[in-house]
T-cell receptor
Framework: AQKITQTQPGMFVQEKEAVTLDCTYD???????LFWYKQPSSGEMIFLIY??????QNATEGRYSLNFQKARKSANLVISASQLGDSAMYFC????????????FGKGTRLHILP | DSGVTQTPKHLITATGQRVTLRCSPR?????VYWYQQSLDQGLQFLIH???????AKGNILERFSAQQFPDLHSELNLSSLELGDSALYFC?????????????FGSGTRLTVV
């Protein structure tokens, strides 16, 4: 069963607008972590933000915030004031259980920022 | 530079051949993970090593094998290569004792099988 679902294969957003990338997940483990990674056209995977299942507050890192709705099993990434350099592939990911367990990834959303 | 080093960056080889991909984890990280990224399958977990021992296996073909050496570097061996093995292969490392920041990925090895 697919554990991470990203329903938006591609998105086009005007520069300086905020953008929300959707992610839903499925797990029965009460302890899990949620991640977002960015993959620009150069190919490297860049860690953006982390949210633990027991964290009470939504995670924020600069222009990135994670809208964590536990009951809905939703972990949307919000990018404020988008920039041209934000054009990339974005992956939502999850790790169940222990910190050294594997991370599984969604299929990604390709974000295009328009000037 | 993420601190995770993968070599080579690019590799072109023929079907039926064998190749070895190398990964040096970030200093102090004991865990190494291998992932395969192809256009149709996305990012697929292959295998996880921790301090030289295999911890978990994912969708890794029998033609593929990996190991982690005492100096913690890891190698992914791909044999009897097929056209469908063409992909970007990532190595990632993690620190289980530090800040919860997920993996640190290498820049990947792009394998093209012709």
């Amino acid at each position: 069963a697919q554990k991470i679902t990203q329903t938006q294969p591609g998105m086009f957003v005007q520069e300086k607008e905020a953008v929300t990338l959707d992610c839903t997940y499925d797990t029965s483990d009460p302890s899990y972590g949620l991640f977002w990674y960015k993959q620009p056209s150069s190919g490297e995977m860049i860690f953006l933000i982390y949210q633990g299942s027991y964290d009470q507050q939504n995670a924020t890192e600069g222009r990135y915030s994670l809208n964590f709705q536990k009951a809905r099993k939703s972990a949307n990434l919000v990018i404020s004031a988008s920039q041209l350099g934000d054009s990339a592939m974005y992956f939502c990911a999850m790790r169940e259980g222990n910190r050294d367990d594997k991370i599984i990834f969604g299929k990604g959303t390709r974000l295009h920022i328009l000037p | 530079d993420s601190g995770v080093t993968q070599t080579p960056k690019h590799l072109i080889t023929a079907t039926g051949q064998r190749v070895t991909l190398r990964c040096s984890p970030r200093s102090g990280d004991l865990s190494v993970y291998w992932y395969q990224q192809s256009l149709d399958q996305g990012l697929q977990f292959l295998i996880h090593y921790y301090n030289g021992e295999e911890r978990a296996k994912g969708n890794i073909l029998e033609r593929f094998s990996a190991q982690q050496f005492p100096d913690l570097h890891s190698e992914l061996n791909l044999s009897s290569l097929e056209l469908g093995d063409s992909a970007l292969y990532f190595c990632a490392s993690s620190d289980e004792t530090g800040k919860e920041d997920g993996y640190t990925f290498g820049s990947g090895t792009r394998l093209t099988v012709v």
